[in-house]
């Protein structure tokens, strides 16, 4: 037992900064670009809703629009995102490569995803309620905050669990890009200078993080689903 402490500590001396470091990287890339994503496609998964045909206020031209550049964002591989966004990455924050240089390649990518999404949990309220806030008067924007946003609001929190996990995995491929975190720790590390102890460890830390990512996720909606 003292042997294995001794080990374990040793391995915390040489590894324990490095993988912290990876740690924190890997969240800050993961938090702050879904943040940015769902500032971004909320919005326009409400916009895609509000114009589909037989919606509050349709309008082809704009819900084909939309709804073309929506695909054409989710069918675009990530990694070739990454190197399609780099002029826009270094106009917006500097760089193209370390931390501040995934998120905005990372957001962008998550943001038709959500657009996606937001649009499938608002097409889920029945046609009832939206027709009772209509009788009663309600504007479109009143209609939107109110009735859209506010019954879709468990559906639009459970979806963004699946959303965060969907980032975090891509941080692993901006990691090979030069962004950092625990993706780049794993290719350094367990790949090319082939320690399989190092990217083991790297492993159990993602799982744990993602298992503590959904169980906040699922907290958060028991507690603010009525139906709870």
Do not use: C
Request: aromatic share 8%; proline share 5%.
């Amino acid at each position: 037992m003292p042997e294995i402490l001794t080990l374990l500590m040793g391995y915390w001396t040489d590894f324990g900064d490095l993988i912290i470091e990876g740690t924190r990287d890997t969240l800050l890339m993961t938090f702050v670009a879904t943040a940015f994503a769902y500032v971004l496609g909320i919005p326009l998964g409400v916009l895609l809703t509000v114009a589909a045909p037989g919606s509050l206020r349709p309008n082809r031209i704009i819900s084909g629009m939309l709804g073309w550049v929506v695909n054409i964002g989710r069918s675009l591989p990530f990694v070739i995102l990454i190197v399609v966004l780099i002029p826009v990455t270094r106009a917006i924050v500097g760089t193209s490569i370390g931390v501040p240089g995934a998120i905005v390649p990372l957001a962008i990518a998550a943001t038709p995803f959500v657009a996606r999404i937001i649009e499938n949990s608002l097409a889920e309220i029945p046609a009832g309620v939206i027709q009772a806030a209509q009788s009663y008067g309600a504007s479109l924007w009143q209609i939107i905050t109110k009735v859209y946003l506010r019954e879709a609001l468990p559906a639009i929190v459970r979806s963004a669990a699946i959303t965060t996990i969907t980032v975090f995995g891509y941080t692993a491929i901006a990691g090979m890009v030069g962004a950092g975190g625990l993706g780049d720790i794993a290719i350094r590390y367990g790949y090319h200078r082939f320690q399989t102890d190092v990217l083991l460890v790297i492993l159990v830390v993602i799982i744990l993080l993602i298992q503590l990512i959904q169980m906040a996720f699922d907290i958060a909606v028991r507690r603010i689903d009525k139906r709870s």
